[in-house]
């Protein structure tokens, strides 16, 4: 037999509110064609001798009429849509005429050829319908299709529906008409998770974050400027295999780069461990360097290799998906770590790792490994090595394994901060192309748990060797972040978690920060034996808002002495008579809340090293008479305590 040929069909989305539909017909089709009409919120009127108990009740309840009686051609006066739903082939062919007499769009449900319209199975999620329609060939399937459609969107979807309908308000109320488009198309692309987390003051904070980024991106020369791009990476197969994938993300949208392959310390010194090099950005520097000197335009890093605060004239233009971020387990002869025996050797060059794995089994004997990845499991086939533990992101994206090669928990070997993201860097006066990368490569739910993790690390004031682990994940919104620092010997792991709703950055960086500020209290300094770097400085942070401030706390946490005032009366009364080392600005306001105490402070040496957040709070500070020394790279929490804590430690204060 030919299979049925389906119709072309034209799909609509018809608005029927306080519309007139009549059905025609009492049974079981009709009454599931009632409610989806009643859904709809038209106004239904049902014709049939009889009705099953679903539809006398809706009657009962008001919310349709029933006509106990048969079909009448004038029972269609005034209608909108038609629908015959009898089991009666010749009534429901009389409704498709009187119908047709009154030019109505009319359903046959017997006989779909001989209708205008079929209605298709529909599954709803807030403001948000999918619609599936098999053009009469499989009816089954479409059931089947709106089975998984029930599955695959859950209520996250409408909830992120109706936080872009918001948007699409104060869209136009705030963006100029030539530009909603784009505004509303990049936040449609922000993750699922974010989008659904949105309050309608959250709404209103994207909104602006988008336009700015758009007008950032408008005032950018012409798109000759990234014609020829040049990405510095490091030489080894996983460096390249993820500067491809970035690059090839990039060109896509039309961003065509080469590669400037560059050997970094960390690199060329394989029989060192990475203690003894200087842990800190040491497969970075190089590539840095290439930016600085113009012979590369970004570059391309696993995230984990990011010291905790990049240099003050670099910034991360994007972050973007994550791999899996767990530690693996490799071995040739045993299952698991478990199955080592006592005395067995196992290599790895991170400190955390070799804490961690030492708090577990202190019987091991944790050696120095260093190389690429094939070149570790070259050793470890090689019989150097019982085991070794390698980022299984790295595995993956190479397509390599042991024998045995088996995931970590997390919660017990904490991945460390940013494992598994990839990260590209520029100029921190690149916004341009930074905003374009970010637009095109960048992840929200990564960033935000990425922000956490090295939020989290800046505060324990560790580098990206520290014995310092930190994983976050976003779930519906709220930011779970899990932590473990540890001494060198793993004879205590000091452990910690903690969540909050995080839509932006600065959430997830102030989760990060509540954490490790926590775990320092909990003896977590005592076990990295850090120091305070900002011990011995006194600032001034003014206040232009009742809330606790998120900024005092973060640098507090690195020893600094923080005076917070709402006025000038309560600076002078908080210093008693002395100079702070450093003015924090975070806004306009703030310079306005101190402008007396300014004024006196200007005939009073030494001037203080004045910081500010961003163009608004930096020219109220210049015309106060206090030109800021360092501002921000972009106007946020964590970016302001970043920048300050880098300025007062590469370059002192007066």
């Known amino acids: 037999m030919r299979a049925a040929k389906a119709r072309n069909v034209y799909p609509i989305a018809l608005d029927l509110r306080g519309r007139a539909v009549v059905i025609a017909g009492g ?92 209605t298709a199975l529909a599954h709803r999620v807030g403001p948000l319908t999918f619609a599936v329609d098999t053009g009469g060939v499989s009816p089954s399937f479409a059931i089947r299709l ?48 974010v989008l659904a987390a949105l309050d309608p003051g959250a709404v209103e904070n994207e909104v602006d974050a988008a336009y700015a980024a758009l007008e950032r991106k408008d005032q950018a020369p012409h798109d000759a400027t990234f014609a020829h791009l040049v990405c510095a990476t490091r030489a ?67 995230c984990k290799d990011l010291p905790s605060r990049l240099a003050a004239d670099m910034r991360l233009a994007a972050i973007g998906p994550r791999a899996d971020a767990r530690d693996a387990f490799c071995s040739e002869r045993y299952a698991s770590l478990e199955d080592l025996p006592e005395g067995a050797v196992v290599g790895t060059s991170s400190p955390r790792r070799r804490a961690l794995l030492l708090s577990l089994r202190p019987d091991l004997r944790c050696e120095t490994i260093r190389g690429n990845v094939d070149t570790r499991l070259r050793k470890l086939r090689d019989g150097e090595f019982d085991a070794i533990v390698l980022a299984l992101a790295g595995l993956q994206r190479l397509e390599l394994r042991a024998t045995h090669t088996v995931p970590f928990d997390p919660a017990v070997m904490v991945p460390a901060v940013a494992q598994g993201a990839l990260a590209v860097e520029v100029r921190a006066g690149d916004t341009s192309l930074a905003a374009r990368i970010h637009a095109i490569f960048a992840d929200a739910a990564t960033e935000l748990a990425v922000s956490a993790e090295r939020a989290f690390l800046r505060t324990l004031h560790g580098g990206c060797q520290a014995p310092v682990g930190a994983y976050a994940t976003l779930q519906d919104g709220v930011l779970h972040i899990t932590a473990a620092i540890a001494p060198p010997d793993g004879a205590f792991v000091l452990r910690g978690t903690d969540s909050a709703e995080a839509a932006t950055t600065d959430e997830a960086e102030e989760l990060g920060m509540r954490l490790g500020e926590r775990l320092i209290a909990e003896g977590g300094a005592e076990l990295l034996g850090t120091t305070t770097p900002l011990a011995g400085h006194l600032f001034l942070l003014p206040r232009t808002q009742e809330r606790p401030s998120r900024i005092a706390p973060a640098l507090r946490g690195a020893g600094a002495e923080v005076v917070e005032a709402s006025d000038s009366d309560d600076a002078l009364l908080a210093l008693g008579g002395r100079v702070p080392h450093a003015l924090l600005f975070p ?65 002192g204060d007066n």
């Open 27 to 118: 049974g079981t089709v009709a009454a599931r064609k009632a409610r989806g009409l009643l859904d709809a919120g038209a106004r239904v009127t049902v014709v049939a001798p009889d009705a099953t108990s679903v539809l006398r009740e809706a009657a009962a309840n008001g919310e349709l009429t029933l006509v106990l009686r048969p079909f009448e051609p004038a029972d269609l006066d005034g209608a909108t849509l038609a629908f015959a739903a009898t089991n009666d082939a010749a009534v429901n062919a009389a409704v498709v005429a009187a119908a047709r007499a009154r030019n109505l769009l009319v359903d046959d449900a017997s006989e779909g050829a001989r209708g205008d319209f079929a």
């Open 587 to 651: 806004s306009s306001g703030s310079v306005k809340a101190i402008a007396s105490y300014l004024a006196a402070l200007r005939e009073r040496p030494p001037r203080p090293m004045v910081a500010a957040m961003g163009e608004a709070s930096s020219a109220a500070a210049r015309e106060a008479g206090f030109p800021p020394d360092v501002v921000a790279s972009d106007a946020s929490i964590g970016a302001f305590v970043q920048t300050v804590t880098h300025y007062v430690m590469t370059r």
């Open 236 to 302: 080894s197969a996983l460096a390249m295999w993820q500067t491809r994938h970035v690059m090839s993300e990039l060109a896509k949208r039309g961003l065509v780069s080469t590669v400037l392959q560059i050997s970094t310390k960390g690199d060329r010194q394989l029989d060192r461990s990475l203690v003894e090099l200087g842990t800190d950005g040491i497969f970075v520097k190089e590539l840095e360097r290439a930016l600085r000197e113009r012979r590369a335009d970004y570059a391309v890093h696993s």
């Open 146 to 193: 709106q089975r998984e459609l029930r599955e695959r969107f859950d209520e996250r979807y409408g909830r992120a529906a109706t936080a872009l309908g918001r948007a699409r308000e104060y869209v136009k109320a705030v963006v100029p008409p030539e530009q909603r488009g784009a505004v509303m198309g990049a936040l449609a692309e922000r993750h699922l998770d």
